[in-house]
């Protein structure tokens, strides 16, 4: 089983990452284009998919309306996987702040840390299993990605926390802190999936 450190070492270590991690950051900003830069985490999900090339894929190379139909594809798995579980973890938390009129303090939030925690396991496992064969119905077969969440939480543990803690202290660089943790978590997914990470 590959480490974290391996994986960040491998991905830093090629060449030519940076322009396109700036290029896919700043894209990240922007509202309607920002779905640009999740076609290309999706065209590179793909890519390691099929070829296990970890290397970023050159922008220049790039099919701009695949980009835009495959980062709305991606999207709706972020919503589906993320958004929605982490809107009720807010929701059931403030709920619970309020029925206990504070008295748990940020106990009352520990709804919300579960879901922030197995959250991105279920988007990454959901996406995994979408590439399989470009189907949304095997992204939305819920008891096998409950099965492979539950029987494989604990190798992206460390890599789900180092993302929300990235993502939260560089909150003001937050498209290139995502885009940069999401890249890094789709390679790591892979990389246990795969025998050979090259």
């Given at each position: 089983m590959p480490s974290l450190e391996a994986v960040c070492t491998r991905l830093f270590g090629r060449p030519g990452w940076i322009p396109k991690v700036l290029l896919g950051g700043g894209l990240s900003f922007i509202p309607g284009l920002n779905l640009f830069a999740l076609g290309y985490l999706f065209i590179y999900g793909r890519q390691l998919r099929r070829s296990g090339r970890v290397d970023l894929p050159e922008w220049s190379e790039m099919n701009w309306?695949?980009?835009?139909?495959?980062?709305?594809?991606?999207?709706?798995?972020?919503?589906?996987?993320?958004?929605?579980?982490?809107?009720?973890?807010?929701?059931?938390?403030i709920l619970l702040y309020f029925?206990?009129?504070?008295?748990?303090?940020?106990?009352?939030?520990?709804?919300?840390?579960?879901?922030?925690?197995?959250?991105?396991?279920?988007?990454?496992?959901?996406?995994?299993?979408?590439?399989?064969?470009?189907?949304?119905?095997?992204?939305?077969?819920?008891?096998?990605?409950?099965?492979?969440?539950?029987?494989?939480?604990k190798p992206l543990a460390l890599p789900v926390v180092a993302f929300w803690g990235i993502f939260l202290l560089?909150?003001?660089?937050?498209?290139?802190?995502?885009?940069?943790?999401?890249?890094?978590?789709?390679?790591?997914?892979?990389?246990?999936?795969?025998?050979?990470?090259?």
């Open positions: 309306p695949e980009l835009f139909v495959c980062g709305l594809r991606l999207f709706g798995l972020l919503i589906l996987y993320i958004g929605l579980p982490m809107l009720v973890g807010w929701i059931v938390s029925l206990t009129f504070g008295l748990l303090g940020v106990v009352a939030y520990f709804p919300l840390a579960i879901c922030g925690f197995f959250s991105p396991m279920f988007f990454l496992s959901a996406f995994m299993a979408y590439l399989k064969h470009e189907e949304f119905r095997d992204a939305f077969q819920i008891r096998i990605l409950l099965q492979e969440v539950l029987s494989g939480w560089a909150i003001p660089l937050y498209g290139l802190s995502f885009f940069i943790g999401a890249w890094i978590l789709i390679a790591y997914s892979s990389a246990l999936r795969m025998k050979n990470f090259s």
